[in-house]
């Protein structure tokens, strides 16, 4: 069992800057590839990053250079840093994980899901 807690969402203006984060607890939590996926009203869930264990991130094309993410194994935290924030990037932000890279979320992959973080950027 992995247990998945994120903070950091707020209400920002365009152009500013969030630091998100994911406190991960259970077995062997290091090893895991962590993502953060984001749903906003109306559209799908969808992949935004992931760190793996040693580490090695990925991003999806809207968010790169704007976004980063990385991960502290001693804290067992993964942390979204989101600079120069758009209207579009407005979602409720989640913390997922599984032992693999997932890019398109489904019923049953990323295995476990945190409650998510609302993130609402206005102009």
């Known amino acids: 069992q992995v247990q998945l807690v994120e903070s950091g969402g707020r209400s920002v203006q365009a152009g500013e800057s969030l630091r998100l984060s994911c406190a991960a607890s259970?077995?062997?939590?290091?090893?895991?590839?962590i993502h953060w996926f984001r749903q906003a009203p109306g559209r799908e869930r969808e992949f935004v990053a992931a760190?793996?264990?040693?580490?090695?991130?990925y991003y999806t094309d809207s968010v790169k250079g704007r976004f980063t993410i990385s991960r502290d194994n001693a804290k067992s935290t993964v942390y979204l840093q989101m600079n120069t924030l758009k209207t579009d990037d407005t979602a409720v932000y989640y913390c997922?994980?599984?032992?693999?890279?997932?890019?398109?979320?489904?019923?049953?992959?990323?295995?476990?899901w945190g409650q998510g973080t609302q993130v609402t950027v206005s102009s």
């Open positions: 997922a994980a599984d032992r693999a890279l997932v890019r398109l979320a489904t019923a049953s992959e990323p295995h476990y």
């Open positions: 259970g077995r062997a939590v290091s090893v895991y590839v």
């Open positions: 760190v793996t264990w040693d580490p090695t991130m």
